[in-house]
């Protein structure tokens, strides 16, 4: 299996900052990589697919960036609503194994 | 609309055997995959098979194959997720989601609500 790897596992940030969330392969996963984002008690919500597509309805201060076996997935402006964990995850093979996460709260 | 709609919250007692549910609408359900994910409580999301139900090609994670049994009633737009035998330590969130892809990058777009299972004697 290919494992992913995210940092940091949390992370403290305040209303209208910048964010960058990291995810490691470790092996190539080429550009198959996507996000979610996950609020306590609900299920998982795709952000982001093929390392930048935003999924229909994502706001675009979501962005990411990579290939290969490093990815980043930056929040340009933190909203309230964004304080949630997030995962990537590898589509390159099955199974399509998900980072640990990183949890993302407010300072 | 999409909707991905799982079968209730369960507890059930080690050694029993348990099969949960996950039924889809507002799309070609035989013509899309489906998998299952798994969440223990308060840890990250685990991968732990699909399936087509069009012709019920199945994928498990090596993590997971024997443990659980996936399959689909195409005929009710239904995917299923089966243990024989359950385990205190399959106590869990299980998640059906469904598998879209766009160039050949795949993702779960869609998801279920989530459906908890308790093991505990």
């Known amino acids: 299996d290919i494992q992913m790897t995210q940092s940091p596992s949390s992370l403290s940030a305040s209303v209208g900052d910048r964010v960058t969330i990291s995810c490691r392969a470790s092996s190539t996963v080429d550009t198959y990589l996507n996000w979610y984002q996950q609020k306590p008690g609900r299920a998982p919500k795709l952000l982001i697919y093929?390392?930048?597509t935003l999924q229909s309805g994502v706001p675009p201060r979501f962005s990411g960036t990579g290939s290969g076996s490093d990815f980043t997935l930056t929040i340009s402006c933190l909203q309230s609503e964004d304080f949630a964990t997030y995962y990537c995850q590898q589509s390159y093979t099955t199974p399509g194994t998900f980072g640990q996460g990183t949890r993302l709260e407010i300072k | 609309e999409v909707q991905l709609v799982q079968s209730g919250a369960e507890v059930k007692k080690p050694g029993e055997s348990l099969k949960i549910s996950c039924k889809g609408s507002g799309y070609s359900f035989s013509n899309s995959w489906i998998g299952w994910v798994r969440q223990m409580p308060g840890e990250g999301l685990e991968w732990m098979g699909i399936i087509y139900p069009g012709d019920s090609d199945t994928r498990y994670s090596p993590s997971f194959q024997g443990q659980v049994t996936i399959s689909a009633d195409k005929s009710i737009n239904t995917a299923y997720l089966r243990w024989s035998s359950l385990k205190a330590s399959d106590t869990a969130t299980y998640y059906c989601a469904r598998l879209s892809s766009w160039f050949g990058a795949y993702y779960f777009d869609y998801w279920g609500q989530g459906t908890l299972v308790s093991v505990s004697s």
């Open positions: 093929a390392t930048s």
